[in-house]
């Protein structure tokens, strides 16, 4: 079963320096599922996110314990391209982050800097990228218009087409509507439901009934820790943690 | 799997390029401060620091030109002190952004952006000639201060803005009127940076050549000066004049890198106490 | 209560006049400059004055063009940002996004005392080390020339350039760099393609205000740059920019006489030239504020 997963962790530890911020994460995403990870504030949920995609080698001290597998293999070995896994392992932050450039340029940054210069080409697969994360209707008439002119939640939409143009296998989501108004917001789940079909992803969410709208799959973190993983509505109606039940029903200490 | 190489490729040579110029940077410091050490160390020595020049200025020290300087950087300080840490509070503590306060930073940006060879000429106008201070101290005190009240101004308004906010808001709340918490509460708090900037100003106003030449510096002198209406000799200027004036150019050389190092001392040591005291400041800060 | 209140008032203005001097000051260099600049052209159209290809002063007739200083001026500044703009942008790029945090604090010192060194030692500098080596090297007969001032400007410019930059690579977000990264880009993709594009403006106000400070920079060329008041058709030829012609000239231009006038006259156009220049980088500045990072 395990072996089958396109993403893993083993006996995964990090570090911040001297504090340990993640103990022992034992955790499987299988292909095509959408997992929710779930856990109050500083339980290190983006800190977990970013170790899938060696999102903290930037910053300086940090060290991991325990292996990450992408596809079996690890992504921590010396001879694996940390560029190729960030483009195999898409990302998509809290805050929406457009690049200062004209929503086509930042569409197609991730297809540029791998090499592809045709135009039509480039046009394809940005309206393609563009078109999978829902906003193509909204911005196809203003594709040379800078990102920063969109609302919020658009301006999410069109980071998540960047992020689905480079065809990443897996897609990491940390807490992407949380900067969002309620119908932004169901635009975007919308969207993950869509999503599920073709990409492993693995969100982030603060809100509990999107965690139980959305995903197959949810984990409970605390304190750095794995307390509970299993099916979304097992975790929702029978978890078998006391601590998951008390977050879950709100009645958190 | 070729343009992957090509990538990483790309990023090294980028990277050796950036590298390089850093170092490029860190090697002319090192190469110009190390030539005037290396030239200059033998020549420095107690004698040369406390007698006057003798012999047309082929041989003895350099005392009248380093007093000169101390004057010089003395009294700018003394008109840019003042001047600047008030500028800063209203700025910092008492505008509004607005028009005015826009002006006030455009001519205070444009002011730092004056050539020194102007700030000369606009003393040697205003306080050489239209107040007929003469070429002396007072006129080339007031000029240099004029120099590096921008600088004073940036830097101390910088310090206030460090100040905790809350520090002001429980001044404040304890009935504190707004003149009371800024001598009281503000200003303390931003005294080292405050004194950082002033030591900025210090380095920067001996070093100034240009702005004195017209205004205070003389090439020689027989005696101290008495009065701040006396003509000085100055570090920089005496560097100036020894390097290009007179017929024994190459015989003063080791002189001229003496002279050289003296200045370069004190403006290095100073602007170093200066950056001690600001990472000391920021790191208090960060605990 | 209202004594106090009266007092408040009063020490409040009285920070504002001081505050307010700066702009005094900035008038009166303007109005003292004009003062004893303007009567040259009783003598000398202003046409003449700024485009005569002869400055010869002292000569009987004198003439009073400044073309070959503002030309001088000119070449020097420019090719020392040549010099100083990839050195002082790369250095920042160096400092605000590949060195580590024990090379920065040997490199943003450096960076700070390079800038403090006074422009006479680094003229003085020029003169017996670079000269020499300059006209070894090339064969030429003098080494105080275009090239050796350009170089020794260069120095100044730089860590001006250099601070700026680096301030503008700070301003940029953190987020923009991780998104780039996390789409797989690499750290030079990412610097060249997001955080330079990103931080433009600043960047250009960078390389304005060190051009600023290099066209006035006086000792360096009054020492360095040969002093030939030609237009320079080499960078081997020497040339005389307009602050070493005043710096040289003053202290032997009779008081109010013509050669006095000109002078001034030649740092009114030098003093025009740099409000020129931070006036547009303070443009550039306000308008990055107001856009924030949405630029480009
Ligand atoms: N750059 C860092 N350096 C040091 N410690 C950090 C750093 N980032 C996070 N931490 C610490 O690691 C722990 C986990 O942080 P993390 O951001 O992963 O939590 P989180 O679950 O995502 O919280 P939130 O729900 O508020 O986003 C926290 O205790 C935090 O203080
Ligand atoms: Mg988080």
Known sequence: ?253 | MERRKKRKLIEAGAFLIVRSAALVIVLSLAVVVGFILFHGASAVNWTFLTQPPREAMTAGGIFPAILGTLYLTAGAILVAFPAGVASAVYLSEYAREGRLVRIVRLAINNLAGVPSVVFGLFGLALFVVFFKFGSSILSGSLTLGLLILPVIIGASEEALKAVPRTYREASLALGATRWQMIHRVVLPAAFPGILTATILGIGRAAGETAPIMFTAAAFYTARLPTSIFDEVMALPYHIYVLATAGTHIEQTRPLQYATALVLIALVLAVNLVAILLRARMRRRRMS | MNASTTKETAIKTGFLVVALASIVILAMIVVFLFREGLPIFRKVSVRDFLLGRYWYPTADPPDFGIFPLIVGSVVVTLLSCVIAVPLGVLSAVYVSEIAGSRMKEILKPAIELLASLPSVVIGFFGMVVVAPTLQEWFDIPTGLNVLNASIMLALMAIPTISSISEDALHGVRRELREASLALGATRWETISRVMIPAALSGLSTAVILGMSRAIGETMVVLMVAGGAAAIPESIFDACRPMPASIAAEMAEAPFRGDHYHALFATGVVLFMMTLAFNLVADMIAAKYKQVGTATL
């Not at chain 1, 299988?30 to 996110?49: D, M, N, Y």
């Not at chain 1, 314990?65 to 596809?71: N, S």
């Not at chain 1, 709208?213 to 949810?218: A, K, N, P, V, Y």
């Open chain 1, 1 to 253: 079963m395990s072996t089958s997963a396109k993403m893993e962790t083993r006996n995964m530890s990090f570090y911040y320096g001297e504090s340990k911020a993640l103990e022992n994460i034992s955790i499987a995403f299988q292909a095509c599922r959408v997992t929710s990870l779930i856990g109050p504030s500083g339980c290190g949920k983006s800190t977990f996110l970013r170790t899938l995609n060696r999102m903290n080698d930037i910053i300086a001290g940090t060290r991991v314990e325990g292996e990450v597998l992408l596809d079996g293999r690890s992504i921590y070995d010396a001879d694996v391209d940390v560029v190729d896994i960030r483009r195999r392992v898409g990302m998509v932050f809290q805050k929406p982050n457009p690049f200062p450039k004209t929503i086509f340029n930042d569409v197609a940054y991730g297809l540029r800097i791998r090499g592809l210069r045709n135009r039509t080409e480039l046009y394809d697969r940005v309206e393609a990228s563009l078109k999978a994360a829902a906003i193509w209707d909204e911005v196809k008439d203003r594709l040379n218009e800078s990102a920063l002119g969109l609302s919020g939640g658009q301006q999410q939409r069109v980071c998540i087409a960047r992020a689905l143009a480079v065809e990443p296998e897996v897609l990491l989501m940390d807490e992407p509507a949380s900067a969002l108004d309620p119908i932004a917001t169901q635009k975007i789940e919308e969207l993950i439901r869509a999503l599920r079909d073709r990409y492993t992803i693995i969100i982030v969410t603060h809100n509990m009934q999107q965690a139980a709208r959305i995903s197959d799959e949810t984990a409970f973190l605390y304190m750095g820790k794995l307390v509970e993983v299993g099916k979304t509505d097992m975790i929702f109606t029978k978890p078998s943690c006391r601590r998951t039940e008390d977050y879950i029903t709100g009645r958190f200490g």
